[in-house]
């Protein structure tokens, strides 16, 4: 069974930083899609990055290049997301999610394809 058990979130200044984390477990495939979403108040989830097994390609939602960094640990299904100058509309809950047997991040990102859901975790960026 597949779990994910996510990490970070918190309170923090605009401006400052947060790392999440994502610990995936229970499949041996090694072609997946790992990634976050996020819900903002008002708004439906959407993508904010994601990061394929296959080749390392790598997504970003346009409101979040240049500030959001996704990686994976190698050898290791955690996936993590440095989040710099963070803004109040990144004010969220964050879902890190998982699709195996498919390694793409358009499936994922786009196509919104996700397989399994983390719990969410709470990023309030507020002063």
């Known amino acids: 069974q597949v779990q994910l058990v996510e990490s970070g979130g918190g309170l923090v200044q605009p401006g400052g930083s947060l790392k999440l984390s994502c610990a995936a477990s229970?499949?041996?495939?090694?072609?997946?899609?790992i990634g976050w979403f996020r819900q903002t108040p008002g708004k439906e989830r959407e993508a904010v990055s994601c990061?394929?097994?296959?080749?390392?390609?790598?997504y970003y939602a346009d409101a979040v290049k240049g500030r959001f960094t996704i990686s994976k640990d190698n050898g290791k299904k955690t996936a993590s997301l440095q989040m710099n100058s963070l803004k109040p509309e990144d004010t969220g809950v964050y879902y890190c999610a998982v699709t195996t047997m498919i390694a793409s991040v358009q499936a994922m990102c786009v196509l919104q394809i996700v397989g399994n859901w983390g719990q969410g975790t709470q990023v309030t960026v507020s002063s």
């Open positions: 990061f394929s097994s296959a080749d390392h390609s790598t």
């Open positions: 229970g499949f041996t495939s090694d072609d997946y899609t």
